[in-house]
């Protein structure tokens, strides 16, 4: 099955440093990848989209100068966190659709999260 | 046991027995349904997905049903197991979305021995 990564697992940083989460699909190239955003006990929150060769969608509600994201090849996407501070402190999680022969509404694969806590 | 809704985040079951996990979902226009399964701190898992041409849809031990006149949508899971226990989301998504899913609030599921 296809496989998607991310890079860090955990990452802990101090306040008003600037973090990069990498998510990368393995076995498939991915044209569109998503981040979501997930407090504890609660749902996946959609940050943005991003499409690979083109600049992110983000949803409303979503600083696209706090949460930057660079889809740089069919394989990786990366979200930087910049300036972070402790209410960034979230699991971060990625998906990655594989449109490969398929309808546009098909299967996401997720990666396993990253944990950023901001000090 | 039976989750209803999104009122009883908890669900709580004897090992061996049947669960059912409900979600309602909001845009009329979705047409494409996944469960997914997550442990804690890891990433959703897909378990079973159900187009909006189709009522029902059997997996392992598992089965989704799609009420699209109500806008409700459960998971069965057959012979609950501990390895079972986790949280199980619901999401919706439409066509012309572009893959852009929707997530139900999540039922954690409590497997006891």
């Known amino acids: 099955g296809a496989v998607v990564s991310q890079h860090p697992s955990r990452v802990i940083c101090k306040s008003g440093t600037s973090v990069k989460i990498e998510c990368r699909s393995l076995?498939?190239?991915?044209?569109?990848m998503f981040w979501y955003r997930q407090f504890p006990k609660k749902s996946l929150m959609l940050m943005a989209t991003s499409n690979e060769g083109s600049k992110a969608t983000y949803e409303q509600g979503v600083e696209k100068d706090k949460f930057l994201i660079n889809h740089a090849s069919l394989t990786l996407s990366t979200l930087t966190v910049t300036s972070a501070h402790p209410e960034d402190s979230s699991f971060y999680i990625c998906s990655a659709r594989d449109l490969e022969g398929r309808q546009v509404a098909d299967t996401q694969y997720f990666g396993p999260g990253t944990r950023l806590t901001v000090l | 046991g039976e989750s209803v809704g999104l009122h009883l985040p908890t669900l709580s079951v004897q090992e061996g027995d049947n669960s059912i996990i409900n979600c309602a979902y909001s845009n009329s226009a979705s047409d494409y349904f996944i469960w997914y399964k997550q442990e804690s701190g890891k990433g959703p898992q897909f378990i079973i997905d159900?187009?909006?041409?189709?009522d029902k849809r059997q997996g392992q031990r598992v089965t989704v049903l799609l009420n699209k006149t109500v806008k409700h949508l459960s998971l069965q899971i057959a012979a609950t197991q501990p390895g079972d226990s986790a949280v199980y989301f619901c999401?919706?998504?439409?066509?012309?979305?572009?893959?852009?899913?929707?997530f139900g609030a999540g039922t954690q599921v409590v497997v006891t021995p």
């Open positions: 076995d498939f190239q991915a044209t569109t």
């Open positions: 999401a919706e998504t439409a066509t012309d979305s572009w893959g852009k899913l929707q």
């Open positions: 159900i187009r909006s041409n189709m």
